[in-house]
Each structure stands twice: as structure tokens, then as C-alpha cells.
């Protein structure tokens, strides 16, 4: 027995952390810190907001009498009518339009699907309101394509329509590229041993495959023209709907038991999608098997030529839309002096703040994206990959999926109640950076998280039983192995909310102070007071910030990365 | 044997909701031994491992390891290394780092734990593969590299969680004779997970065999493989025929219209229902005559070539409760000439017929 010797003590050298604390009260006590974050930032604001709604403007409990005077007043419940009708409307044209643009995408041969891929994905990196700031220089009053509209006005239900349907059309792709990606290849070479017709087997095979997608994507459409601020703001002229209700009733009559009326109106469709999409994405999972082969489409010449026209129409329809925006921040006077210039770039003219909301949008998304990964990615791994308190751990993971069923125009709304409660202490971060940090960081909290545990789900699930048996603390081993491996889900999870803190207009409108005004909200009051160059010109700065951090983000991931993890090549 | 046990394991219980994974166990591990828990998936054999690992804690009784209670003690407190079926390698850290892993917190010099590691992976046959990855290394290796890492810290009890399942079958018995002269040469307590009886018949001194959260057997390979205690036992490891059969009287038993002569008849009453087991090698076909103890008259159904071996399926031409399976060897095969529909006078052993009470039958 040379080799081995058994049994001998640690040395004793230092106090160390775990001297002073068992590993698993350190467990205990983590777990619950995380369940009390996630309380305060996510439970209570909407426990405030729910509470609101059943109370008179000073607080006592008045049961639904706020919902029977919604309900009884024609002009409030006129707005749910439209908000209804716009957003199916919209969802019945960015579905097919986005499927069929996903099936070229995934199903055929055609060439240039990274280019359209991309194209498609553009509305994503700037805020909602850009397409209908687009739209006010395309269709508008002074708009060089009105006459298109045969008299009608873009102000209001058409413009609505149009500017939704551009940005969600990149919400709805992204679902229904996952859904058409996801397909057996065995039963499409099965169908042709058979002798089907193209069309049964699209009919057989194809839509039945994509169909929970394809409920996903309505609904997930849905929710997003129903509680989009931006877009009605900017271009909806006297047509209300829910979203602008609830800023009108909060920002301008301060009738904050009426907006919390409202938001629980805009929670319905919401809560409706993400049940639905619970439900759908446990059955799309146990479509395919491990066994199964991946699709992989064969040449069609017909096929393929007509997807790539469509692809490249609506593809370079998007381009233009957004591209027409960044060009006209760039001209003098439209539309009478179209010679260039950099003026609209001067905010200081348009709007007191200045560059400085850009800058305040800078710190934010950037506090937002690194204490919100740090805090999602530890967080998800001490509900993942601990085996103790199940209790707690599965209520914070309850509460870490709860923002995806809440609208940021709601969760901005409970926040106001709650960080402006005067009873509440934590009201001194009222108009800070701080609640409008933290509030970006639970509105995006959902996404983040299922990235991280999706990530962490695929690392080795004993891990953590291999170092306990090495005496090795857990914290180490998550410092040491867990987050050097799922180093690209972090990085996804910090560019994500990082272009989301930029882009975002709805949760954090309520919530800015004097001093923090974001460049997404100056977008909103410059396009108010009528300086629509501006404003075009200020969404053109994030919209350029956010694809720059996209792309910061791959050339790191090509560069960079690939040579750190060296230890993933063979 | 007076020596204290090594893991003393008392009226363990576990529940996952409504199912018992382990009922009330009972188990002693002397210092030293090589133990393997066999059984087949879900009879709770990994559960028991970990419960002794305190990865899953059990919901009731006691385990002691080394005289000392660790019942509610965490993993850390327990002094045992582990080794799993996916290796559970640190990917992103060298084959040094994962052997060192368990060293670097106990505070040790670099210089020292340098010497170890090297020692180790001498120990287990990679030498110079200090600075590779997991990922650059075959199943066989990296499992090599775990059991390294496991025994750098000299635990005094060895887990291995079906350490080979995942390897191909040469490399799997090659680590097999690894492992176990390894073991035997650091003397560390091992228990071993596995579903595999022949693993568990190389490599074991005992074998625990379990079904549906209960002990069914503990003994040596070679009692499991010839007394097994239950029809369980004798079906799960080894192939064996079984008949439904009474007792006819004493160390006499009748299946259909064929009586035998019986060595063991376990006490039972005349009459009783049983089942008549015999494992397909110890069917007797060179030099029988018909007044040999349980001589039959067979017909040859089908042959089925299994290379060293063919098994087949003979029915007796008196009525018994169903067909019997005998291995015959390319030798017998050649020598007898053995076909398809062919008759042939065999013997069934008084002494390798097993009796077993049919209540049993698991």
C-alpha cells in the first residue's frame, strides 16, 4: 500500500468559509436569498398592482367596483375592443407571412438564408416604436407613398397594423424556425417510399409537426400587440388602446386604481400565452425522439426560386422600412430639404436631456446585463444542480418563470405602486437607475433563466455529487468548472438583456426620475413634441448600439472563445 | 468472522413519492471487500449506493461506516470517492487538474500534489497524459482518469456507479481486471453498481443481488451461481429452464408425466406447487443410458448458434410442463451430429436440479 495512504487529516493552515459555515446552510441560506430577491423584484410589484385594482385612489378595499366602472365606461372599454381587434388582425398577417418566410428558411434549398435570416431578425435590435416612425415618413402627412393609402389616414388602426405586424414579424419567425427545424427526416423519406404528393405530405406531415409553433406564435403575437406602448403612441393617433389607456390614467389623470384596472386587463392574454405555451413546448418535446433524423431539404428548382423571391421581397421590405427611418434622421428638413446632415444627432436640440439618455441607456443596459446574468446564471444553478431545500427552490424557480406570463407595461406598472408606496423603505430608489435596473432585470428575467438552465441541464448531473465526495465546497466547483463551460450562456444571456434594457420602452416609462431619463423614452417625448428627426435619429443610435453589441458578441464567440476552450475540440 | 464491519448498513428505507425504492435493508461490507449490488434497472441498487454516499439521503435507518454513525452526515463528511457511469470529468480541466481536484482544498503543496498526481496516473496506467483533455481521450481512459481522481484523496471506501456501461465490450473487460487488481492491491472497501452479472461474477467477492428494493441474495459468485436462493436469483444471473412441478415425496418431484429424482427438495411437503430450475450446461447428452437417475428421451426443436455454443430447445417426449434449453458445445455438436427434429437420451443431474417455492417467484 505504497502508493495510497489512507486516511490522512487536512492540514489545518486557515480559517476558511467553511469552518464558519456548513456547506449546506450555505446551500440553505443562498437558495433563500434568491427566493427573497425574487420576491422583492418580481411577487410584490405584482401583488401591489393586484391589490391597486380593488382599491379607491386612497386605499380602501372597494371589491371590483374599479372593474364595473372600466367595464360601464364606453370610452375605456372602447380601447379593449381595438386593442382586441388590432391584435388579431396583426396575428392573422405576421403568421403566415413569418411562416411562410420560416419555411424558406428551413425547408428549402434557396440561397442566402443567413442574409434573410438576419434581415428578418432586424426589428429585434431597435425599439417597437422605429417601424411607425418609419411609417409617419412613408405614409404620413408629408409621407412620399400616401396616396397608397387612397385617402385613408396611417394615424390610427392601419398604421397600427402595418408597424406591429414589421415588429413582430421577427417574434413570431423565431418561434416557427424552431418549430420547422424540429422534424423526423425518416417520415418525409417514408411518405416519398409511399408515393405522396408534395401537397398531402404538407398537409400530413409538415403542418401537423409545426402546429404547436404555429399556436405559439399567435399567441405569443398576440400578447405582443396587445401590450405594446410604443408603437400606438407614436402613430395611433385618437385610436386608444389598453396600453396607452394605462399610461394615460397613470401618467396623465394620476388614476392609479384605474391603470391597475388596466394592467390586469393587459395581464389576460398573457398569462393565456404562456400557459398555452407551457402546454405546447411539453408536447413539441415529445414529438421527436432521440432516434429521429434531422430533416435536410433536397434541391427544387420551383420551390426554391419562389421561396427566394418571397424571401428577398419581404425580407427587403423589413430592410427598407428601417433603413427609410435611418436615412430621414439624417435629412435637414423633410420632406421639402433632403440634403443631409447631422443636426437631427444634436438631441440637446429636441429635448432638454440631451446625449444624456443615450448614456443613461448605456449604464442601464449594461448594470442591467452584468448584475442580471450574474444573478440568473447563480441563481439558476442553485435551483438546478442543489439538492437541498426542494421547497425553496422550486418556488424561486415558480417566480423566475412568472415575467414571462407579465408585460413590461404591467410589471412597470406594479413597480410604480410598489417603489412609490409610501410605506415601502425601498421607495427611495424611486426614479434611480437602481429600480429602473432592476426592474429591466425581472422583465427579462424568464428568458435568461431558461437559458441557463437549459445550459446547465446539459452538463453532467454529477458534478456536484463528485466534488462532495472530494470535500470540495459546491461554490468551488461552480466557480471552477460550471461557469467556464456554460461561458457561452452567459454570454447569450448578457447580450440579450443587454439589447433588450436598450430597446425596451414600456415597463421603464413609469419609472424614470428626473435624472434618468433612458434614450428610449426621449424617443417618445421628441416624437410628442414633433421633432420625429430626432427621435428617428435617437433610435437609430441603439438600434446601431444593439447590433453592435450582436455582432461584438459573435466575433468574440469566433475569436476569442474558440481559443480559451480549447479543452471542447478532439 | 468477529472483525467489526466495515459499512454497517441497518433497516434502510427510501421513497420516491409512491414508489419504495428500497425496502428495510439490511447489510453488512467487511474491510476490504469487493461488493457488488446486481440487479436489474430500478430494483434500487444505484439508490442504496447513494444513500450510502448521503447523495440521496435515505428516509429511515442507520448507516455506519467505519464504526462511525454517518446517517445524516453530508457527503463531505463521509470519506469516500465515486466514480460514475458518464465519468463526470471536469471537461475544462486537464487530466491533472481532475486527479488533482480533491487535493488543491486540502491545502497541500503544489510540489506534493504534483507527486501524487503523477502517481496516481501511473497507477491506473496513464502515464504522460497530464496536460490532456477529457475530450481527447478514449471512454476507457477518461474512466481510468476518474477512478484516478477518486482514490487521490485515499478515501477508505470506493463507490463505483456502473463504472463500465458505457464502454465498449473489450475495453469492458479489460477495466474490469483493472479495477479489481487495483482494488485488491490498495485493499479499499469497493462497492460496485451493476446490472451486468458476468461484471458482477468476475469481479466481486460477494454479490448483493436485489429486486424491487430488496435484498433477494448475498454470497459469493459462485453460491449465487449455484444456489441461488430464489427463482429471482437463478434467472437473473445465468440462463436457466423452468418447469412448473409438485413435490411427489422426498427429493422426488413431478412435472407433467415425467417424475425426477432431486438432490435438494428444500423440506417441502409432497404435493406443494414449485418450480423445477436447471441451468442449460448442466444437461447431461454423452454416455446416458436409460437407467441413469432422470434419463429422458428428447426431441431437438430449435438450435440457435451462438459461436462457442449452441443452445437448444428440447421437448421430452413424455408431457412435461414445457420445453427444456441445453447448451451444447461445438465439440458435443460436431461428435453427435445434433440436428434439427433429432432424438437424443439426455440426463437431468439429481444434484443440478433446483427447487424453488413458486411464491418466490418475484
Given at each position: 500500500?505504497?502508493?495510497?495512504?489512507?486516511?490522512?487529516?487536512?492540514?489545518?493552515?486557515?480559517?476558511?468559509?467553511?469552518?464558519?459555515?456548513?456547506?449546506?446552510?450555505?446551500?440553505?441560506?443562498?437558495?433563500?436569498?434568491?427566493?427573497?430577491?425574487?420576491?422583492?423584484?418580481?411577487?410584490?410589484?405584482?401583488?401591489?398592482?393586484?391589490?391597486?385594482?380593488?382599491?379607491?385612489?386612497?386605499?380602501?378595499?372597494?371589491?371590483?367596483?374599479?372593474?364595473?366602472?372600466?367595464?360601464?365606461?364606453?370610452?375605456?372599454?372602447?380601447?379593449?375592443?381595438?386593442?382586441?381587434?388590432?391584435?388579431?388582425?396583426?396575428?392573422?398577417?405576421?403568421?403566415?407571412?413569418?411562416?411562410?418566410?420560416?419555411?424558406?428558411?428551413?425547408?428549402?434549398?434557396?440561397?442566402?438564408?443567413?442574409?434573410?435570416?438576419?434581415?428578418?431578425?432586424?426589428?429585434?435590435?431597435?425599439?417597437?416604436?422605429?417601424?411607425?416612425?418609419?411609417?409617419?415618413?412613408?405614409?404620413?402627412?408629408?409621407?412620399?407613398?400616401?396616396?397608397?393609402?387612397?385617402?385613408?389616414?396611417?394615424?390610427?388602426?392601419?398604421?397600427?397594423?402595418?408597424?406591429?405586424?414589421?415588429?413582430?414579424?421577427?417574434?413570431?419567425l423565431l418561434i416557427l424556425v424552431t418549430a420547422l427545424a424540429l422534424a423526423d427526416g425518416r417520415l418525409y423519406e417514408a411518405a416519398a417510399a409511399l408515393g405522396t404528393t408534395p401537397a398531402r405530405v404538407f398537409r400530413t406531415i409538415t403542418l401537423p409537426g409545426a402546429r404547436y409553433g404555429i399556436i405559439s406564435a399567435c399567441f405569443v403575437v398576440f400578447t405582443l400587440v396587445v401590450t405594446d406602448?410604443?408603437?400606438?403612441?407614436?402613430?395611433?393617433?385618437?385610436?386608444?388602446?389598453?396600453?396607452?389607456?394605462?399610461?394615460?390614467?397613470?401618467?396623465?389623470?394620476?388614476?392609479?386604481?384605474?391603470?391597475?384596472?388596466?394592467?390586469?386587463?393587459?395581464?389576460?392574454?398573457?398569462?393565456?400565452?404562456?400557459?398555452?405555451?407551457?402546454?405546447?413546448?411539453?408536447?413539441?418535446?415529445?414529438?421527436?425522439?432521440?432516434?429521429?433524423?434531422?430533416?435536410?431539404?433536397?434541391?427544387?428548382?420551383?420551390?426554391?426560386?419562389?421561396?427566394?423571391?418571397?424571401?428577398?421581397?419581404?425580407?427587403?421590405?423589413?430592410?427598407?422600412?428601417?433603413?427609410?427611418?435611418?436615412?430621414?434622421?439624417?435629412?435637414?428638413?423633410?420632406?421639402?430639404?433632403?440634403?443631409?446632415?447631422?443636426?437631427?444627432?444634436?438631441?440637446?436640440?429636441?429635448?432638454?436631456?440631451?446625449?444624456?439618455?443615450?448614456?443613461?441607456?448605456?449604464?442601464?443596459?449594461?448594470?442591467?446585463?452584468?448584475?442580471?446574468?450574474?444573478?440568473?446564471?447563480?441563481?439558476?444553478?442553485?435551483?438546478?444542480?442543489?439538492?437541498?431545500?426542494?421547497?425553496?427552490?422550486?418556488?424561486?424557480?415558480?417566480?423566475?418563470?412568472?415575467?414571462?406570463?407579465?408585460?413590461?407595461?404591467?410589471?412597470?406598472?406594479?413597480?410604480?405602486?410598489?417603489?412609490?408606496?409610501?410605506?415601502?423603505?425601498?421607495?427611495?430608489?424611486?426614479?434611480?437607475?437602481?429600480?429602473?435596473?432592476?426592474?429591466?432585470?425581472?422583465?427579462?428575467?424568464?428568458?435568461?433563466?431558461?437559458?441557463?438552465?437549459?445550459?446547465?441541464?446539459?452538463?453532467?448531473?454529477?458534478?456536484?455529487?463528485?466534488?462532495?465526495?472530494?470535500?470540495?465546497?459546491?461554490?468551488?466547483?461552480?466557480?471552477?468548472?460550471?461557469?467556464?463551460?456554460?461561458?457561452?450562456?452567459?454570454?447569450?444571456?448578457?447580450?440579450?438583456?443587454?439589447?433588450?434594457?436598450?430597446?425596451?420602452?414600456?415597463?421603464?416609462?413609469?419609472?424614470?426620475?428626473?435624472?434618468?431619463?433612458?434614450?428610449?423614452?426621449?424617443?417618445?417625448?421628441?416624437?410628442?413634441?414633433?421633432?420625429?428627426?430626432?427621435?428617428?435619429?435617437?433610435?437609430?443610435?441603439?438600434?446601431?448600439?444593439?447590433?453592435?453589441?450582436?455582432?461584438?458578441?459573435?466575433?468574440?464567440?469566433?475569436?476569442?472563445?474558440?481559443?480559451?476552450?480549447?479543452?471542447?475540440?478532439? | 468472522?468477529?472483525?467489526?464491519?466495515?459499512?454497517?448498513?441497518?433497516?434502510?428505507?427510501?421513497?420516491?413519492?409512491?414508489?419504495?425504492?428500497?425496502?428495510?435493508?439490511?447489510?453488512?461490507?467487511?474491510?476490504?471487500?469487493?461488493?457488488?449490488?446486481?440487479?436489474?434497472?430500478?430494483?434500487?441498487?444505484?439508490?442504496?449506493?447513494?444513500?450510502?454516499?448521503?447523495?440521496?439521503?435515505?428516509?429511515?435507518?442507520?448507516?455506519?461506516?467505519?464504526?462511525?454513525?454517518?446517517?445524516?452526515?453530508?457527503?463531505?463528511?463521509?470519506?469516500?470517492?465515486?466514480?460514475?457511469?458518464?465519468?463526470?470529468?471536469?471537461?475544462?480541466?486537464?487530466?491533472?487538474?481532475?486527479?488533482?481536484?480533491?487535493?488543491?482544498?486540502?491545502?497541500?503543496?503544489?510540489?506534493?500534489?504534483?507527486?501524487?498526481?503523477?502517481?496516481?496516473?501511473?497507477?491506473?496506467?496513464?502515464?504522460?497524459?497530464?496536460?490532456?483533455?477529457?475530450?481527447?481521450?478514449?471512454?476507457?481512459?477518461?474512466?481510468?482518469?476518474?477512478?484516478?481522481?477518486?482514490?487521490?484523496?485515499?478515501?477508505?471506501?470506493?463507490?463505483?456507479?456502473?463504472?463500465?456501461?458505457?464502454?465498449?465490450?473489450?475495453?469492458?473487460?479489460?477495466?474490469?481486471?483493472?479495477?479489481?487488481?487495483?482494488?485488491?492491491?490498495?485493499?479499499?472497501?469497493?462497492?460496485?453498481?451493476?446490472?451486468?452479472?458476468?461484471?458482477?461474477?468476475?469481479?466481486?467477492?460477494?454479490?448483493?443481488?436485489?429486486?424491487?428494493?430488496?435484498?433477494?441474495?448475498?454470497?459469493?459468485?459462485?453460491?449465487?451461481?449455484?444456489?441461488?436462493?430464489?427463482?429471482?436469483?437463478?434467472?437473473?444471473?445465468?440462463?436457466?429452464?423452468?418447469?412448473?412441478?409438485?413435490?411427489?415425496?422426498?427429493?422426488?418431484?413431478?412435472?407433467?408425466?415425467?417424475?425426477?429424482?432431486?438432490?435438494?427438495?428444500?423440506?417441502?411437503?409432497?404435493?406443494?406447487?414449485?418450480?423445477?430450475?436447471?441451468?442449460?450446461?448442466?444437461?447431461?447428452?454423452?454416455?446416458?443410458?436409460?437407467?441413469?437417475?432422470?434419463?429422458?428421451?428428447?426431441?431437438?426443436?430449435?438450435?440457435?448458434?451462438?459461436?462457442?455454443?449452441?443452445?437448444?430447445?428440447?421437448?421430452?417426449?413424455?408431457?412435461?410442463?414445457?420445453?427444456?434449453?441445453?447448451?451444447?458445445?461445438?465439440?458435443?455438436?460436431?461428435?453427435?451430429?445434433?440436428?434439427?427434429?433429432?432424438?437424443?437420451?439426455?440426463?437431468?443431474?439429481?444434484?443440478?436440479?433446483?427447487?424453488?417455492?413458486?411464491?418466490?417467484?418475484?
Amino acid at each position: 500500500m505504497a502508493e495510497v495512504a489512507i486516511g490522512t487529516a487536512p492540514p489545518q493552515v486557515r480559517v476558511s468559509l467553511r469552518r464558519l459555515l456548513d456547506e449546506r446552510q450555505a446551500a440553505t441560506l443562498l437558495i433563500a436569498l434568491l427566493a427573497l430577491v425574487l420576491v422583492v423584484i418580481i411577487a410584490l410589484p405584482l401583488w401591489t398592482l393586484l391589490s391597486k385594482s380593488f382599491q379607491d385612489a386612497n386605499g380602501g378595499f372597494v371589491g371590483v367596483r374599479n372593474f364595473a366602472i372600466y367595464f360601464s365606461t364606453p370610452t375605456l372599454f372602447a380601447s379593449l375592443l381595438n386593442s382586441v381587434a388590432v391584435a388579431a388582425l396583426s396575428t392573422a398577417i405576421v403568421v403566415p407571412l413569418a411562416f411562410i418566410y420560416a419555411y424558406g428558411l428551413t425547408r428549402s434549398c434557396m440561397p442566402g438564408k443567413g442574409l434573410f435570416y438576419a434581415a428578418a431578425l432586424l426589428p429585434i435590435f431597435a425599439p417597437s416604436l422605429l417601424s411607425a416612425l418609419s411609417l409617419l415618413y412613408i405614409f404620413g402627412n408629408q409621407g412620399f407613398l400616401r396616396q397608397l393609402l387612397m385617402g385613408a389616414s396611417i394615424y390610427g388602426p392601419i398604421g397600427i397594423v402595418i408597424a406591429e405586424v414589421l415588429y413582430c414579424f421577427p417574434h413570431a419567425l423565431l418561434i416557427l424556425v424552431t418549430a420547422l427545424a424540429l422534424a423526423d427526416g425518416r417520415l418525409y423519406e417514408a411518405a416519398a417510399a409511399l408515393g405522396t404528393t408534395p401537397a398531402r405530405v404538407f398537409r400530413t406531415i409538415t403542418l401537423p409537426g409545426a402546429r404547436y409553433g404555429i399556436i405559439s406564435a399567435c399567441f405569443v403575437v398576440f400578447t405582443l400587440v396587445v401590450t405594446d406602448f410604443g408603437i400606438p403612441k407614436v402613430i395611433g393617433g385618437q385610436f386608444n388602446v389598453l396600453a396607452t389607456d394605462a399610461y394615460k390614467q397613470v401618467v396623465g389623470q394620476q388614476n392609479f386604481p384605474m391603470g391597475a384596472v388596466v394592467g390586469m386587463i393587459l395581464l389576460v392574454p398573457a398569462v393565456l400565452a404562456f400557459a398555452v405555451d407551457r402546454l405546447v413546448q411539453r408536447k413539441q418535446v415529445a414529438l421527436l425522439s432521440s432516434r429521429a433524423v434531422p430533416y435536410a431539404p433536397k434541391p427544387a428548382r420551383g420551390r426554391d426560386l419562389a421561396l427566394l423571391i418571397y424571401a428577398a421581397g419581404v425580407g427587403s421590405l423589413i430592410v427598407a422600412t428601417y433603413g427609410m427611418a435611418v436615412w430621414a434622421s439624417f435629412i435637414t428638413y423633410w420632406p421639402y430639404n433632403l440634403s443631409l446632415t447631422l443636426n437631427n444627432y444634436v438631441f440637446a436640440n429636441a429635448e432638454p436631456t440631451g446625449w444624456g439618455s443615450y448614456f443613461n441607456s448605456l449604464a442601464m443596459a449594461a448594470l442591467a446585463a452584468g448584475i442580471g446574468t450574474a444573478l440568473v446564471f447563480t441563481g439558476a444553478y442553485l435551483i438546478e444542480k442543489l439538492k437541498i431545500f426542494p421547497a425553496g427552490r422550486a418556488f424561486a424557480h415558480f417566480l423566475a418563470m412568472l415575467p414571462m406570463a407579465v408585460p413590461g407595461l404591467v410589471l412597470g406598472l406594479g413597480y410604480v405602486f410598489f417603489f412609490n408606496a409610501p410605506w415601502n423603505p425601498l421607495n427611495v430608489f424611486y426614479g434611480t437607475l437602481t429600480v429602473l435596473v432592476v426592474n429591466t432585470i425581472a422583465h427579462f428575467y424568464t428568458v435568461a433563466h431558461i437559458t441557463a438552465t437549459t445550459a446547465l441541464k446539459q452538463i453532467d448531473a454529477e458534478f456536484e455529487a463528485v466534488s462532495a465526495s472530494l470535500k470540495v465546497p459546491f461554490w468551488r466547483t461552480f466557480g471552477r468548472v460550471t461557469v467556464p463551460i456554460c461561458m457561452p450562456a452567459i454570454l447569450d444571456i448578457a447580450v440579450y438583456m443587454f439589447v433588450n434594457a436598450l430597446t425596451t420602452v414600456s415597463s421603464v416609462i413609469f419609472l424614470y426620475g428626473a435624472g434618468t431619463k433612458l434614450a428610449s423614452i426621449a424617443i417618445v417625448h421628441m416624437d410628442e413634441s414633433g421633432t420625429i428627426a430626432a427621435a428617428a435619429a435617437m433610435a437609430t443610435v441603439i438600434m446601431a448600439t444593439a447590433i453592435g453589441a450582436k455582432v461584438a458578441h459573435l466575433v468574440l464567440n469566433r475569436l476569442v472563445f474558440e481559443r480559451l476552450q480549447a479543452w471542447r475540440k478532439r | 468472522m468477529t472483525e467489526q464491519p466495515f459499512l454497517r448498513i441497518e433497516r434502510l428505507r427510501k421513497r420516491f413519492g409512491a414508489f419504495t425504492a428500497l425496502k428495510a435493508i439490511d447489510l453488512e461490507v467487511r474491510r476490504g471487500e469487493f461488493v457488488c449490488f446486481l440487479g436489474p434497472s430500478g430494483c434500487g441498487k444505484t439508490t442504496l449506493l447513494r444513500a450510502i454516499a448521503g447523495l440521496d439521503p435515505q428516509d429511515e435507518g442507520r448507516i455506519e461506516i467505519a464504526g462511525r454513525d454517518v446517517s445524516h452526515a453530508p457527503p463531505a463528511e463521509r470519506d469516500f470517492g465515486i466514480v460514475f457511469q458518464s465519468y463526470a470529468l471536469f471537461p475544462n480541466l486537464t487530466v491533472a487538474r481532475n486527479v488533482g481536484y480533491g487535493l488543491v482544498n486540502r491545502r497541500k503543496g503544489a510540489a506534493e500534489i504534483k507527486r501524487r498526481v503523477d502517481e496516481l496516473l501511473a497507477l491506473v496506467g496513464l502515464p504522460e497524459q497530464h496536460r490532456k483533455y477529457p475530450a481527447q481521450l478514449s471512454g476507457g481512459q477518461q474512466q481510468r482518469v476518474a477512478l484516478a481522481r477518486a482514490l487521490a484523496t485515499a478515501p477508505n471506501l470506493l463507490l463505483l456507479d456502473e463504472p463500465l456501461s458505457a464502454l465498449d465490450a473489450k475495453v469492458r473487460v479489460r477495466l474490469r481486471e483493472e479495477i479489481r487488481a487495483l482494488q485488491k492491491r490498495l485493499g479499499v472497501t469497493t462497492v460496485m453498481v451493476t446490472h451486468d452479472q458476468e461484471e458482477a461474477l468476475a469481479m466481486a467477492d460477494r454479490i448483493v443481488v436485489m429486486n424491487h428494493g430488496v435484498i433477494e441474495q448475498v454470497g459469493s459468485p459462485a453460491e449465487i451461481y449455484r444456489s441461488p436462493a430464489t427463482a429471482f436469483v437463478a434467472d437473473f444471473v445465468g440462463t436457466m429452464s423452468f418447469l412448473d412441478a409438485t413435490v411427489a415425496g422426498p427429493k422426488r418431484i413431478r412435472t407433467g408425466a415425467l417424475d425426477l429424482v432431486c438432490n435438494d427438495d428444500r423440506g417441502l411437503d409432497a404435493g406443494t406447487a414449485v418450480k423445477l430450475g436447471l441451468r442449460p450446461e448442466e444437461i447431461r447428452v454423452r454416455d446416458v443410458k436409460p437407467s441413469d437417475p432422470n434419463a429422458v428421451t428428447v426431441q431437438v426443436g430449435s438450435l440457435e448458434f451462438l459461436g462457442a455454443f449452441c443452445r437448444a430447445r428440447l421437448t421430452p417426449e413424455v408431457k412435461t410442463a414445457g420445453p427444456l434449453v441445453a447448451d451444447f458445445s461445438a465439440n458435443l455438436m460436431r461428435d453427435l451430429n445434433v440436428a434439427e427434429g433429432q432424438r437424443l437420451l439426455i440426463a437431468l443431474p439429481p444434484e443440478a436440479l433446483r427447487v424453488f417455492a413458486t411464491a418466490a417467484q418475484g
